[in-house]
């Protein structure tokens, strides 16, 4: 390049850099949208967990509009606020707003391109691809092996529990999960329950508590483009190896020695051989990619449910009873059998569920992108292809107009005359729409028998070492307790 050329390249790129820069900063006040006008980043508190920053949000601009604009840095970004603008986002004008707009870099860190991740047509076709497994047939086939780490799960607290002894329960009840998943996604025995330091355990654990890189983290959001380019990936190698190792092993296993086990994985090596409804085969990286979201998100979401669920039914004695009394008349209807019939007779198990889902949703924040130009109804405010939206699922599920009083932990809210009085999108702990949860029905019925089969046995009380209240850690993404959960439990 010509040497007196460049200082007007220089300036024009400075030029640009600027206006880039103003036309961000002016993203919502140029589209009449109330926004705070600052970085999120700037004023968040990051030893207050980021649920409880986004419910500070949501009362501040609740009512003025359908949307609040805020800024990760200088990335605007929409927060959805009414209720009627969620259930176009979810299902009304979901061609929209078919992505998450997460990171994921197929290239340097493939576990990262599975389904919760993967963006338009290669989301769609392996979404397809993928529903059949979770179908209440195909949970009737996976419900013995379920029952069969319930069954390890239930001898081993007869074995632990004497008279008031108390135990630390979150990382019991992960260990719980962790066997049920490592058996229905990869048939592998984990033993977590007999081995609290079993590999399978150690690598979910590692995968939750690792330290977050936040300028990582920063750019990957910001800028996903030059994130790749620079191959940032989000998952730890030596878990990465692991799984992609396990995975291996397993496929290798079964297409040798012809084993069939009517399991997740089962499913995943028939799309890896193209044996599915004639569509292009799926790449090694892309099912062991599958097979790592099923089971690093349906140990974790699971058994932090169950955490809670207990934490609030030691808090009340009345309504452990009445979950109790529910279990044991369903079981003597059904012989003493845990039978997958039994299990869905259990209403105030579900209902006692989904009001943990609604006080401690795990998943706090929903995330989705703008596909293409989208007009908010009823406004003149038009959304860009690319914005990024978050739905405050945490702080809705908390908003004392939807749910009165929110704080009080009450299931009664879950009968079916009072959930027809609610809006239809105010409780959304699994999403909406075509990308709803995959795994609910899993996630749910794994909760389902960890909670009765502890419900039947044994009775859950405060004790000396039980920290009341109990508070969500900030490292976490998903809410999880600080303390853990230790409580006093009693042989029924």
């Given amino acids: 390049m010509d040497l007196a050329v460049l200082p007007v390249v220089v300036i ?11 036309t ?27 649920a409880r920053s986004f419910q500070k949000l949501y009362h501040q601009f609740k009512g003025q509009f359908p949307i609040a604009g805020i800024y ?16 176009c986002i979810f299902v009304k004008d979901f061609q929209y707003f078919h992505d998450r707009g997460t990171y994921y870099n197929e290239k340097d860190d493939p576990l990262s391109a599975h389904l919760f991740n993967l963006q338009g047509t290669k989301w769609r076709n392996l979404r397809m691809k993928i529903s059949p497994t979770f179908t209440s047939g195909k949970m009737k086939i996976m419900f013995p092996t379920m029952i069969a780490a319930g069954k390890q799960f239930g001898d081993y607290m007869n074995e632990k529990v004497g008279k008031g002894t108390e135990l630390e329960l979150k990382d019991l009840l992960a260990r719980f999960t962790t066997d049920v998943i490592g058996m229905c996604a990869f048939g592998i025995e984990c033993n977590s329950m007999k081995d609290p330091n079993a590999q399978f355990r150690q690598m ?6 690792l330290p977050r890189n936040r300028l990582k983290d920063s750019v990957c959001s910001i800028a996903p483009r030059f994130a790749r380019l ?4 989000q998952n730890d190698p030596e878990l990465s190896d692991f799984f992609i190792n396990v995975v291996r092993e397993t496929v290798d296993y079964r297409v040798k020695n012809n084993v069939h086990r009517n399991d997740f994985m089962d499913l995943l090596i028939a799309m890896m051989k193209g044996d599915t409804s004639g569509q292009d085969p799926l790449t090694f990286n892309e099912i062991a990619a599958q097979a790592f979201v099923f089971f690093v998100a349906g140990f974790e979401t699971s058994s932090t449910t169950m955490t809670w669920a207990l934490y609030e039914l030691s808090l009340d004695q009345d309504v452990q009873e009445k979950g109790r009394k529910c279990v044991q008349e369903v079981l003597d209807k059904h012989n003493g059998e845990m039978s997958y019939e039994a299990m869905l007779e259990m209403t105030y198990i579900d209902q006692i569920l989904n009001e943990t889902l609604r006080k401690y949703p795990p998943v706090p924040l929903h995330f989705r992108a703008v596909g293409k130009d989208y007009q908010i109804p009823d406004t003149n405010t038009v959304l860009p292809a690319g914005t990024s939206v978050m739905i405050p699922v945490y702080a809705i599920h908390h908003d004392p107009e939807i749910f009165a009083d929110p704080e009080k932990f009450d299931p009664e809210r879950f009968t079916e ?16 729409g075509p990308r709803i949860c995959i795994g609910m029905r899993f996630g749910m019925m ?17 004790g000396e070492k039980s920290t009341v209240p109990l508070d969500f850690t900030a490292k976490s993404f998903i809410l999880s307790p600080e303390q853990g959960l230790w409580l006093r439990v009693d042989k029924l």
């Fill in 417 to 432: 005359e009072e959930i027809r009085k609610r809006h239809p999108y105010a409780w959304t702990p699994f999403g909406e």
């Fill in 24 to 50: 961000q900063i002016t993203f919502w006040s140029d589209r009449n949208v109330p926004s705070t006008g600052v970085s999120l980043r700037q004023k968040r508190d990051y030893n207050v967990h980021i």
């Fill in 230 to 233: 620079l191959g940032l990936r």
């Fill in 204 to 209: 979910g654990r590692r995968h939750f508590e």
């Fill in 446 to 462: 794994q909760a389902r028998i960890g909670l009765a089969l502890l419900l039947r046995s044994f009775q859950f009380t405060s």
């Fill in 12 to 22: 024009l790129l400075l030029t640009y850099l600027a206006y880039r820069l103003k």
């Fill in 72 to 87: 990760l840095y200088i990335k605007p970004v929409a927060l959805a606020i009414d209720l009627e603008l969620l259930k």
